[in-house]
């Protein structure tokens, strides 16, 4: 509740309640289907099934097989916040300026949960870095983009307008590297600009074993101590 306490009311009963009374079940006992069944169909549970590793807690901290937290995602959970469709999602669109002094883009975010304001404190802190991290987080690849997972039905999170995608040259995704069933961690973003991200409700695909390290996304229920 204490994650998003504009929009949830209790939880009771395996369910949870939303404040304009709507619900949405919490366990739907799907813990023996494989790792790819869950993602495709997760549960609340899920969604909060696996511990995310914050940099202050482990900063070497390199996942294990199948260790993803925050990809399991309950879509209508999603949707109830912010939007069940893209006309829904795009009333709550504002403009922001990323980087305002060293770049000045202009990008699209949600406003709710006061995202655009997060992103904006996060883009001051990040400014104010020296100049040697800058080359990581000019020409973000984005926030805003409704469309589906790459290979499934899934929405992206980037539909929700609640996740930044960083500079693509500098970055690591697991499919770009994937040599046959093996996948080695790589990444190249440095942590201290993690660090800034997971400070405002962000978590991070690098810490991810099927890592994306350009992505950042708003999900403050796996960063609450």
């Known amino acids: ?15 949870i309640y939303f404040k304009d ?29 696996m511990k ?31 939007g069940k469709n893209r006309q829904e999602i795009e009333k709550n669109l504002v ?13 699209w975010v949600t406003k709710i949960n006061g995202i655009d304001k997060k992103l904006i404190e996060i883009s001051k ?7 040697e991290f800058k080359k990581y987080i000019v020409n973000p690849d984005g926030v805003y983009n409704f469309r589906k997972i790459s290979g499934t039905n899934r929405l992206s999170t980037h539909s929700f307008a609640i996740a930044i995608d960083l500079n693509k040259e500098y970055s690591n995704y697991w499919l770009w590297d994937k040599k046959g069933n093996n996948i080695e961690y790589k990444n190249k973003i440095p942590l201290e600009i993690v ?24 999900r403050p229920e796996l960063l609450l101590d």
Do not use: C, V
């Open 1 to 15: 509740m204490l994650a998003y306490p504009l929009f949830l009311e209790k939880y009771e009963d395996n369910f």
């Open 21 to 49: 009374g709507s619900k949405l079940q919490f366990s739907t006992n799907n813990k023996d289907l494989s790792y790819e069944e869950i993602i495709q169909n997760s549960s609340l549970e899920n969604q909060m099934s």
């Open 52 to 82: 995310y590793i914050k940099i202050d807690e482990n900063k070497n901290y390199i996942p294990a097989k199948n260790e993803d937290a925050g990809r399991f995602r309950n879509e209508e959970f999603f949707k109830k916040i912010y």
């Open 95 to 107: 403009k922001i300026k990323w980087l305002e002094k060293s770049q000045n883009k202009t990008l």
């Open 125 to 131: 802190e990040l400014d104010n870095l020296p100049k």
């Open 195 to 218: 660090k800034i991200f997971e400070k405002h409700g962000f978590i991070w695909g690098g810490r991810w074993y099927h890592y994306d390290t350009m992505h950042f996304e708003y």
